[in-house]
């Protein structure tokens, strides 16, 4: 079955501490996303890809990093968290083409104390 | 602002009852999404209306779209507790990501 998933689904750690937020998808999608989102607030884009060794920075500036060795990963990582990294990160994707329909991972929900 | 503007920013009906909700937007576009998001998931598409469209049914959802007015309407009909959620409208100009709004906050109650 095509899906999307992300892991962990929770994260709690200290400030400081190194993460990487994993995000795969087995749809064969070219295009993947990160989204920033704060709790009953809209999505930020913080980060994107249209493809293999391709990725591009979103509309919110984010000191989060990404890589897109392989078609259907797309991993975010933090250096080194802070409370304000507090947040839910949505990775979503899309097939190339003019509609852009996206599918949603379930979504990672960060804690940094 | 590119992103489109939802409104209301929230809306409580009873059971039954039908939930509309719009989406106005300043810019040209190829289509328009509509979203929906459960509490603390991921999003679940819902419907897409191309800009040289003006209306499209999916179950109990109907969507508008008026290019002249750049807004769009999501209509659900009889709705249900479990349409409680929030709905985003999505803009997708050519190029670029999809712009998400603000949402809509709708609750259902029984």
């Known amino acids: 079955e095509a899906d999307i998933y992300q892991t962990p689904r929770y994260l709690v750690i200290g400030t400081g501490k190194k993460i990487t937020l994993e995000c795969s998808q087995t749809?064969?999608?070219?295009?993947m996303y990160w989204y920033q989102q704060d709790p009953g607030m809209e999505l930020h884009l913080i980060h994107y890809?249209?493809?293999?060794?391709?990725?591009e920075k979103g509309d919110l500036s984010s000191e989060s990093t990404v890589s897109r060795i392989r078609t259907e990963h797309f991993p975010l990582t933090l250096e080194s968290a802070r409370p304000s990294h507090t947040s839910q990160y949505l990775c979503?994707?899309?097939?190339?083409?003019?509609?852009?329909?996206?599918?949603f991972g379930p979504g990672t929900r960060l804690t940094v104390l | 602002s590119q992103q489109g503007e939802e409104d209301p920013q929230a809306l409580s009906i009873q059971e039954g009852e039908n939930a509309t909700m719009n989406c106005s937007y300043k810019?040209?576009?190829?289509?328009l999404q509509w979203y929906r998001q459960n509490s603390g998931r991921g999003l679940v598409h819902l419907i897409l209306?191309?800009?040289?469209?003006r209306e499209k049914h999916s179950g109990r959802l109907r969507v508008t779209l008026d290019t002249s007015k750049k807004s769009s309407s999501l209509l659900i009909t009889a709705s249900r507790a479990a349409d409680t959620a929030s709905y985003f409208c999505?803009?997708?100009?050519?190029?670029?990501?999809?712009?998400f709004g603000k949402g809509t906050t709708l609750s259902v109650s029984s």
């Open positions: 979503a994707s899309s097939a190339s083409g003019r509609y852009n329909e996206q599918f």
């Open positions: 749809m064969g999608h070219d295009k």
């Open positions: 890809s249209y493809g293999v060794n391709s990725t």
């Open positions: 810019t040209s576009i190829n289509n």
């Open positions: 209306i191309r800009s040289n469209e």
């Open positions: 999505a803009l997708n100009q050519a190029g670029t990501a999809l712009i």
